[in-house]
Each structure stands twice: as structure tokens, then as C-alpha cells.
């Protein structure tokens, strides 16, 4: 059989599945993708047995088959030097012959028959649809706060929450939180709440497009998204997620607003003396003035930023990654900083906005 | 060395520093003999004296009752450790107006390295300093290195200011009695008055072989260079207590499990307690055990969270002794905790109702620690140590 397209194509389909190649398995088909030529069609499918992620592509070819592509052809087609690639493929013997330009691969496939697949015709209707380039964004808000850490698996994850005309993210690693609420009078959820892993969700938001709609299918234990040609399904944690709205705060005892961009760079420079597992610096807040300051074993700086303050002076110890974290996602002009004395959370939210919040709990220092 | 040599070394001493706090603090106390120290009834001891007190013959770490009889007018005071750790951090920030090099000794003492021949200045204008803004008495010595500007601070006190240059030694050391070199204390120096060495001149002409006799070899060549003005020690900066560690090594080997794990409880509460006065937790927590035949074995366990609790520093030695600890009798046991952290990232969990309770018992057993000097409270596991023989609770 002889697939003939363009190597850009060729590698879209590629670089796409690879995110869901295993690193290291020890059930040998899934190292391998997955291709498969049916009527006008190509599909690729890669899977780690917790996300599996397909692309298809139109593709006019000459029979129908299935066969296991050796993972090394992902660098390969990315190597290759000309615009078009020709791929002679036996089913018989599993042999391919890649043809670019003056380069010519001769690879050694598998037989498919033990590959798992998950994928089924049937999938569930979607319950939301959103713009690609606007769930992207509220991913970047909210992705970044799961624990990486996986000694507590619920959070691990994504909690997304669905009510009537409202969807909650919530994502925490029990150091800070991010609450993201979208609302709109034409949604009417079922009540409904999926923890999605957030590695997963990293992987997605790599592999998502800027433009065309994203729709989100959960059915029991698997979450599936659709977009372009790709469909990515990740299955989703079965742990309880603790009740962790309960710790935000109603009140503030001060409340600042400063410029984000400057504040972001004071961070950045204060981060460079910040050390150990806590990369703790200092913010003080009196007369309108915030001092952003950092004193450890390699030296200590200081400097001040303008802000508005309302309530009281406060002084606070907060490690300087999880600031970076939200100052580098934000693209608005300003923030708002909620402070609850020096052991207490820090509240970050946009002005104007109530459906974001971060929330950051302090260093306590002995 | 050529860096260290191109500098000068101050030693700055506040002068009775616990007992000038009070008397700046409390201006009726001033001119009166204050001691600070624990309570006589339950055997507290003289932590420091004004000066005004020193006349009566009142010196620290006397036992309080015993100052008490000597002067029993004096102004008695428990003591504010937080205040003065306040006011010696306002020291301390002060002198680093002056030098970034600076080793902290004590609560009330610290050497300080100034470029060559800036010393006498900038020790003068840290005393001004120091008695213009914080109202307190300092002492400085200026000298080239740490052992002459000790020595030279000592010969300034109190409220002074001196120097003790090399080339001034003869003049200036060597007519003093012994006992102006540290490390030579009153056993030492009596066992050198006894074979005529009575001045640290008598010493610096004594050939070696004549000290050895007295003070062993290694003291011996210490004492022959301090006599000669000679100390190579670096000036070492702040530096953080990168461990604690705790060991036993038992008069009679220990047989039984459950009295090693006492003594391993010991070690913890030990441990927690040391940990929390310096305001530390500990991020690995290790065990030492030898055995019979001197095999020794080290363990550590590295924690997801730094603690500071009896509790868990007992619960993962007990856990590497179940797991390596194999069959005893064990000649030694050794308790550590490492990788220390000043600071703690709250979580949005409240700590479990237990670990709570627990924090409260070790803040009130750690007051009545401090209070009393000894533990008056202990968890009754450690009851089952007496195999272990030495340091029983209660001693």
C-alpha cells in the first residue's frame, strides 16, 4: 500500500500522538503507534493505558490495513528533507519504506492485533463546546497549581465541577488553590464532577490548536476532548476530592492593588536570592508602599513598588515560585492582593473579576 | 592565609548584657547590682551580673543561692531571652553597617574582620554606636587576629576599648598571668605554676618538651603559640547548625528491643527539643546503631514534610531500627536529624487534631524544660530504659 502527503502533515500527526507514548512500559505494543488506513482515512493512535490520543486524517490510498509504527519514526519523519513523503507500507510483513527527497528508511513495523484500543465509535455526546484559544486560557490559570507530587492523587488532578450554568475548576497542590467559575445562561449541566489528571491536561494544552471549537465528553471512568482532527481521552482519578472552597476567605485584612507586570519583575529579581525547598521572600505593606524583599545565606535585596492599600499594614513570608506562577499566566494590567495577616492566605484576583481566584498560604517562619 | 593576614580582627563584647538590657530598660535599676539567672529554690544558677553585682563577688554561673548570700540587695530577675535576642539581633545588624564579615560567637559577642589598620577606628565608632543607639556598654579588642583581640578585649573591660598588636606582645602578654590565654583554665595553669611557670612570658620560653610533659601534645603546642600571640583560626561567618545528633554508647551492651527503643525515645525528645529552641525542623531523621562485634550501621529517612516533633522523630528511628536494626545486644545507638529548615510553607489543612495536641505538650514541656533546667516531664516509654543504664528521666 503507498501513502503519499505532505511531511508537515505527516508530522503533525506525529509530534501529536507521541505526547501519549509511554517512556517506559512493559506491555510492548503500546510503545509502537498505531496506524491505521481505512476507506479515505488515516489514523494514528498512541496510548499510555491512561490517556490515548488519535489523530485522522483524509488521506486517499490504495487498500485498507492496520500496522504498528517503531516509535523512532516520529524523529525520523521530522528529519527528513523534502516537503513530500511517500511511505510504501507490506501488511504482510510489516515492512516500511520511507521515501523523502534522496533519503530512503527501511523500518521494521509490528503486527497490531495486541494493541489495546479504547477508542470506540460510540463515545458519548459532548457536553460542552468551547473555543479552543478560550479553554486554553483557562487551563494556563488553573493547570499549574496540581501537585506534581504523587503521594496524595487527588490532587494530582483537575476538579472540574458542573451545576446548572456553571463549570468550577478547582486545582490545588494543599500549598494554594486556583477556583475558576465560567458561567453562562445558556448552559443547563446535569450536576456532575470529573477529576481530570492534570498531566493530562499539560499534554492538552501542548497539542491544542488557537483556532475551531474543543468538545468534552465524559463517560464513566474516561474523559474525552475533540478538536481538529485529534481526539484525546484521558481516564480520570476515582479519588474523593477534599472540600477545599471551605478555606477561602469572605473578608480581607488588607487589600492591595499594584501593577502586575512590575510586580512580576520584582518577583523575578527577589527570586534570585530566594533559596531552599520553601523560596521564601518577604512582602510588606505599609503606607501605600510594597517592599518586596529577600534575605538568605547568598545575600538579600530589597526594593519598593507603588500600590493602592486598604486595611492594615501587613508583613509576610510566600515563596516566590507560586507568585511567579500567577503573574506569568495573567495578562492583565493590574492585580488585587488579598492579605490575611502573616499566617493567613494571600488572595490573588483580577479587579473586576470574581470568577478567578488564587489563593497561596504563607511561610511560617520559627 | 595572605587574604586573612591583610585584615584586622575586633571582637566586640557587650559588657553584662542580659543585666544592661534590664538596667537601660528599667532606669531605677541603674547603679544597682541586677542579676539575671534561675530561681534559688530550685537551684537555678547566675546566668549575668551587673557590674555593680561583681563587687560583691558575684560572677556567672554561680549558683543563684550562693549570690544571693553574697548580695542580698540585688535587683533579681528571671531573665527575657526573646528581649535579648532582640536587641542582639539589633547588635548584630549594626555591626554589619561597619563589615559584612562578621562571626557571631554568642548572644553578646562576635568578631568582626576590617581592612588593615582600620580597626581601632571602626571599633571606636561602633562602640558610639552602640551606646548612641541602643544605650548599651561594649567592649571591643582590636588585634590582627582572634586570639590577641580576645585578649585585648579582656584587658579593656569594662566599657573599654584596646589593642593587642604582634609586635606589642612581649610587652604587653607576657608579664600577665596564664589565665588570660583561653584554654588554659585553673587545672592547667596550676599544673604549669607547679614546674615555675607562672606568666604567659614563663610559657613562651618554655621548651616544648617540658610542656608535653604537663599538657600532652596536642595542648601543648596550642598553648607554647597562643603564648607567642600566634593563632591561625579563620574568622567563620554565621553559620547555621546544619544537624543535631544525639548518641549513647551504653556502659553494658543493651539486649532488649524495648530498652533501646526507650533510649530512642530519649534521643527524640532530645532532639525535638533542641530542634524547636533553635526554631528548626528537620527534613531527614537518621539512626546510628553499633553492635556487639563494632559493626555500625547509619540509616536516614528523608520526610515528605520537616518536623519537629518528638513523636515523629521517634516514630522513623523506631521504624529503620525494626526494619535494620536486627538482632541486638547493640553497644551504641544514635538518633539525627538533618536537613534543617527555618521556615515552614503552611498548608490549607489544618494539622490533625493529634499533631496539635501534641505541638501544645511540647511547648509547655520545653517552658518547664527551660524553666527548671532539666526535664520534669517525660513519656512514659522511656521507663523501660533502665537496661540502658545511664541518663534514666528524672536525673
Known amino acids: 500500500m503507498l501513502i503519499s502527503l505532505p511531511k508537515d502533515q505527516l508530522s503533525f500527526c506525529l509530534d501529536t500522538v507521541e505526547k501519549a507514548l509511554p517512556t517506559h512500559s512493559s506491555v510492548q505494543p503500546i510503545e509502537n503507534i498505531l496506524l491505521e488506513c481505512h476507506g479515505q482515512w488515516l489514523t494514528f493512535t498512541a496510548t499510555n493505558l491512561e490517556q490515548d490520543i488519535c489523530v485522522k486524517i483524509p488521506n486517499i490510498h490504495d487498500s485498507s490495513g492496520r500496522i504498528l509504527l517503531p516509535p523512532k519514526i516520529v524523529d525520523i519523519v521530522r528529519y527528513l528533507p523534502a516537503a513530500d513523503v511517500n511511505i510504501e507500507i507490506s501488511f504482510d510483513n510489516y515492512r516500511i519504506d520511507i521515501k523523502s527527497g534522496q533519503s530512503n528508511y527501511v523500518l521494521y513495523g509490528a503486527d497490531p492485533t495486541d494493541f489495546p484500543l479504547t477508542r470506540s465509535e460510540d463515545d458519548p455526546e459532548s457536553i460542552l463546546s468551547l473555543e479552543q484559544a478560550d479553554f486554553k486560557k483557562i487551563l494556563k490559570k488553573v493547570v499549574f497549581a496540581a501537585s506534581t507530587d504523587e503521594s496524595r492523587p487527588a490532587f494530582n488532578g483537575v476538579l472540574l465541577y458542573f451545576k446548572d450554568s456553571q463549570i468550577s475548576l478547582t486545582a490545588s497542590d494543599t500549598y494554594r488553590l486556583v477556583v475558576q467559575d465560567l458561567i453562562n445562561e445558556n448552559w443547563a449541566f446535569e450536576e456532575q464532577r470529573w477529576l481530570i489528571p492534570a498531566k493530562a491536561l499539560r499534554e492538552l494544552l501542548k497539542i491544542m490548536g488557537e483556532e475551531g471549537e474543543i468538545t468534552i465528553s465524559p463517560k464513566s471512568k474516561r474523559v474525552v476532548f475533540k478538536f481538529n482532527q485529534v481526539y484525546f481521552a484521558t481516564r480520570v482519578l476515582e479519588e474523593k476530592y477534599p472540600d477545599v472552597r471551605g478555606v477561602i476567605p469572605t473578608a480581607f485584612k488588607t487589600r492591595i492593588l499594584t501593577e502586575r507586570k512590575l510586580f512580576e519583575e520584582s518577583v523575578a529579581r527577589a527570586g534570585l536570592l530566594a533559596e531552599g525547598i520553601n523560596q521564601a521572600i518577604h512582602f510588606s505593606i505599609h503606607d501605600h508602599r510594597f517592599e518586596v524583599k529577600v534575605s538568605s545565606q547568598i545575600g538579600k535585596m530589597e526594593e519598593s513598588l507603588q500600590c493602592t492599600q486598604e486595611g492594615e499594614d501587613v508583613e509576610v513570608f510566600v515563596n516566590a515560585k507560586f507568585v511567579m506562577d500567577i503573574l506569568k499566566v495573567l495578562e492583565q494590567k493590574e492585580i488585587l492582593i488579598d492579605f490575611h495577616s502573616k499566617n493567613g492566605p494571600l488572595v490573588f484576583k483580577i479587579p473586576g473579576d470574581d470568577s478567578y481566584i488564587y489563593l497561596v498560604l504563607p511561610i511560617k517562619m520559627e | 592565609m595572605a587574604e586573612a593576614q591583610a585584615r584586622d580582627i575586633i571582637l566586640c563584647d557587650l559588657d553584662a548584657f542580659f543585666a544592661s538590657v534590664e538596667q537601660r530598660d528599667h532606669p531605677e535599676y541603674r547603679g544597682r547590682p541586677v542579676i539575671v539567672g534561675g530561681s534559688a529554690s530550685s537551684r537555678g544558677v547566675v546566668s549575668t551580673c551587673s557590674y555593680e553585682a561583681r563587687r560583691f563577688g558575684v560572677h556567672s554561673a554561680m549558683p543563684m543561692a550562693r549570690a544571693v548570700k553574697l548580695c542580698p540587695g540585688a535587683i533579681f530577675l528571671p531573665g527575657n531571652m526573646k528581649l535579648y535576642r532582640a536587641v542582639s539581633e539589633q547588635v548584630m545588624a549594626l555591626y554589619e553597617r561597619f563589615t559584612p564579615d562578621i562571626e557571631a560567637v554568642s548572644i553578646d559577642e562576635a568578631y568582626l574582620a576590617v581592612p588593615r589598620g582600620e580597626g581601632l577606628k571602626t571599633a571606636a565608632k561602633i562602640r558610639r554606636a552602640v551606646r548612641d543607639e541602643l544605650e548599651l556598654p561594649l567592649t571591643a579588642g582590636v588585634s590582627t587576629n582572634k586570639l590577641l583581640a580576645k585578649i585585648a578585649c579582656g ?45 604567659v612570658g614563663d610559657l613562651a620560653a618554655t621548651p616544648e618538651s617540658v610542656l608535653v610533659q604537663q599538657l600532652g601534645q596536642a595542648a601543648a603546642a596550642e598553648c607554647r603559640q597562643h603564648a607567642r600571640g600566634i593563632d591561625s583560626r579563620p574568622l567563620e561567618p554565621v553559620r547555621q547548625a546544619k544537624s543535631f545528633s544525639e548518641e549513647q554508647t551504653f556502659a553494658t551492651d543493651v539486649a532488649g528491643p524495648e530498652a533501646l527503643k526507650a533510649v530512642l525515645m530519649e534521643q527524640a525528645e532530645e532532639l525535638g527539643y533542641r530542634l524547636r529552641a533553635a526554631g528548626m525542623r528537620a527534613r531527614t531523621v537518621g539512626l546510628k546503631l553499633r553492635f556487639a562485634d563494632y559493626t555500625t550501621i547509619t540509616r536516614d529517612v528523608t520526610l515528605a514534610e520537616a518536623t519537629d516533633r518528638d513523636s515523629e522523630i521517634y516514630r522513623v528511628t523506631v521504624q529503620l531500627f525494626e526494619r535494620c536494626g536486627g538482632e541486638g545486644p547493640w553497644r551504641l545507638a544514635g538518633s539525627r536529624v538533618s536537613n534543617l529548615e527555618t521556615s515552614r510553607q503552611l498548608t490549607i489543612f489544618a494539622p490533625p487534631p493529634g499533631a496539635v495536641k501534641e505541638d501544645k505538650l511540647g511547648e509547655v514541656r520545653d517552658r518547664l524544660r527551660n524553666k527548671y533546667g532539666t526535664e520534669v516531664l517525660f513519656r512514659a516509654r522511656r521507663l523501660a530504659g533502665s537496661e540502658a543504664g545511664h541518663r534514666k528521666p528524672g536525673r
Open chain 2, 155 to 199: 584587658m579593656a573591660k569594662p566599657d573599654g576599648l584596646d589593642s593587642l598588636w604582634p609586635e606589642e606582645v612581649p610587652q604587653k602578654l607576657w608579664p600577665l598571668p596564664l589565665k588570660v590565654l583561653p584554654g588554659i583554665g585553673p587545672v592547667s595553669a596550676e599544673k604549669l605554676h607547679r614546674v615555675g611557670i607562672k606568666t
